[in-house]
């Protein structure tokens, strides 16, 4: 079965602090897909990155970066010099590979971050 | 920019009501996927489809209802509402190719049932 973890329940920071999120995923597959989601306030998921199971290259964007490494099965996020509008719930997921297309999503709990001024 | 649509956005209702919460997205995606979160924010699947009258029960169990009559079109239907299904629902959408993908998800309805 799969399974995604985000023990980090809530974390606190003041802004410009670096701040990291953990994920951590368990699946038998050897084909599967991972993502970041942003939820703010208003409620919609906003989709960040998604990664596949066979690039393991660590990707930055901006202030993001996201470090896979697959002999940990974890898929941290980090967010460099934090703002207020940072703040948001963000869910790591985790989809196997279905005749080549990702299909259901399965969520960890989520991370809510504030990014206190 | 993703093009789903959720309404209605807010909805308080009194248990035993009928409800039908609408998505729509404009994208021509085959599949589509309800998901409802809690309100200690963990996501699970509930419902999904992958194209015109195919539907499928997800992860949780749920006692609502899809149909997918129109491939732009994945309607929930719950035949008589408890509190016990207070909630936010969220529906998304997919696409996949070699070179992209991504789940496009709608803003959502919150659900109060009194």
């Known amino acids: 079965a799969q399974k995604v973890t985000q023990a980090q329940t809530e974390i606190s920071v003041v802004e410009k602090e670096d701040v990291t999120l953990d994920c951590v995923y368990e699946?038998?597959?050897?084909?599967?897909?991972l993502f970041w989601y942003k939820q703010p306030p208003s409620g919609e998921l906003v989709f960040l990155i998604r990664r596949n199971s066979f690039d393991e290259q660590n990707e930055i964007s901006g202030r993001y970066s996201w470090n896979f490494q697959k002999s940990t099965s974890s898929f941290n996020f980090t967010i460099t010099a934090s703002q207020v509008v940072d703040s948001a719930v963000y869910f790591c997921a985790l989809s196997e590979d279905s005749q080549g297309g990702s299909e259901k999503l399965v969520f960890g709990k989520g991370t809510k971050l504030t990014v206190n001024p | 920019e993703a093009d789903i649509y959720q309404t209605p956005r807010y909805l308080v209702i009194g248990t035993g009501k009928k409800i039908t919460l609408e998505c729509s997205q404009t994208m021509g995606h085959d599949k589509m996927y309800w998901y409802q979160q809690d309100p200690g924010m963990e996501l699970h699947l509930i419902h999904y489809?992958?194209?015109?009258?195919?539907?499928e029960k997800g992860d949780l169990s749920s006692e609502s209802t899809v149909s997918r009559i129109r491939t732009e079109h994945f309607p929930l239907t719950l035949e008589s509402a408890r509190p016990s299904h207070t909630s936010q629902y969220l529906c998304?959408?997919?696409?996949?190719?070699?070179?992209?993908?991504?789940?496009?998800f709608g803003p959502g309805t919150r659900l109060t049932v009194t």
């Open positions: 699946t038998r597959d050897t084909t599967y897909y």
């Open positions: 998304a959408s997919s696409e996949w190719s070699l070179s992209s993908y991504e789940q496009y």
């Open positions: 489809s992958y194209g015109v009258n195919s539907t």
